[in-house]
């Protein structure tokens, strides 16, 4: 959750950046300063259904509120972030063919939030953005380079390399997603319509097509306590899971295991120094004995996968910034933006 005790202005390091997360459901907007300190903010609904044009004006309105609440003006700001849900072209700062944001496509988005805002605009893919944010200022902000994954209803990612983040020569750099895991003919397919990929395996929507399969199996007496399989979600296993029942365990840790296939792939092109585990399906994090689990099984996988020194060295954390990553991004990238130009 968003934290609702701001560095104070008085406090802050100049010059400031402000970020602008872009869903499908919200727009959140930050006011962040050089140090990555959180001075305000805000959020209004994105309100798709009336349009890009408007909803760049919502944009600037946003960060505009997120400004008052840090107690300055929009003009006080150095540069703003705007991170958005792909397709993209970042270069070109357009939305292609955005499926979260239906009659959106093929729109200056960064251009036109410049307009609104007043402000030089750095543009980025949101998953992108959120492993920038860990980086920066979350649980990957230790070290020289990250990946992040981003578990939710389909699997982001974002790749950190020497203090850069990688966008690709088409704005499709760290689609961790749709890495391919399994290559057999009756391989899961993924939502973007691949086969194989990682997506199709470890995000919620994928855990759940994997338990409503699993329990068909199961004797009637053991389906019962999982209740109505249209119910089923991450959630309700790892409450299951939580109170000892074995299924939703090891669907869970299965799950993990899939995901430690796929990291053991990306420590072996990246060699990052750590892999970075985001997004609302963590099954209650570091803190909670089934995210333990989960955490400690992804890392058994890839020790019993990798190579031997990546396996020993690369670090794996739960991400701390939850929703605030992808605006705390934003305005990191606002920051990469401002100092390359300098
Ligand atoms: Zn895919």
């Known amino acids: 959750m968003v934290p609702r005790d701001f560095h104070p202005l008085s406090a802050a390091e100049p010059p400031f950046f402000v970020g602008i997360d872009l869903g499908g459901t919200n727009i959140k907007s930050g006011v962040v300063d050089n140090a990555g300190h959180i001075l305000g903010y805000a959020h209004l609904k994105s309100e798709v259904e009336r349009g890009p044009e408007k909803g760049a004006g919502r944009m600037a309105e946003a960060a505009s509120q997120a400004a008052a609440k840090a107690g300055i003006d929009l003009s006080d700001v150095t540069h703003a972030g705007l991170v958005t849900p792909g397709t993209m072209d970042t270069a070109a700062g357009m939305l292609l063919e955005p499926p979260n944001l239906p009659g959106w496509s093929n729109f200056p988005i960064r251009d036109r939030v410049s307009e609104h805002t007043g402000l030089p605009v750095a543009y980025a893919n949101d998953a992108n953005a959120a492993a920038y944010g860990e980086f920066w200022i979350g649980s990957g902000s230790v070290y020289s380079s990250m990946v992040m994954l981003t578990l939710g209803t389909g699997v982001g990612g974002g790749i950190i390399t020497e203090g850069q983040l990688l966008d690709g020569a088409n704005s499709h750099g760290g689609e961790i997603g749709h890495m391919i895991i399994d290559s057999s003919a009756d391989a899961r397919v993924c939502a973007c319509g691949g086969q194989g990929h990682l997506e ?53 840790l299965e799950t993990a295991r899939y995901l430690g296939v796929g990291i053991t792939t990306l420590l072996h092109i990246l060699d990052p120094a750590a892999i970075v585990l985001g997004g609302a399906m963590n099954f209650g994090g570091a803190t909670n004995p089934i995210g333990q689990k989960f955490l400690s099984t992804v890392s058994d996988e890839i020790r019993s996968r990798a190579l031997p020194i990546p396996a020993e060295h690369a670090a794996l954390h739960f991400a701390t910034l939850g929703g605030d990553a992808g605006f705390v991004g934003a305005a990191g990238i606002a920051r990469l933006h401002y100092q390359n130009k300098e």
């Not at 470890?202 to 019962?224: H, M, V, Y």
């Open 200 to 252: 199709a395996y470890c995000s919620a929507t994928g855990l759940t097509a994997r338990a409503i399969e699993a329990i068909n199996s199961l004797p009637e007496s053991e389906q019962k306590p999982l209740g109505p399989r249209e119910a089923l979600t991450p959630l309700v296993l790892h409450q299951a899971a939580e109170s000892g029942n074995a299924f939703a365990e090891r669907m869970i």
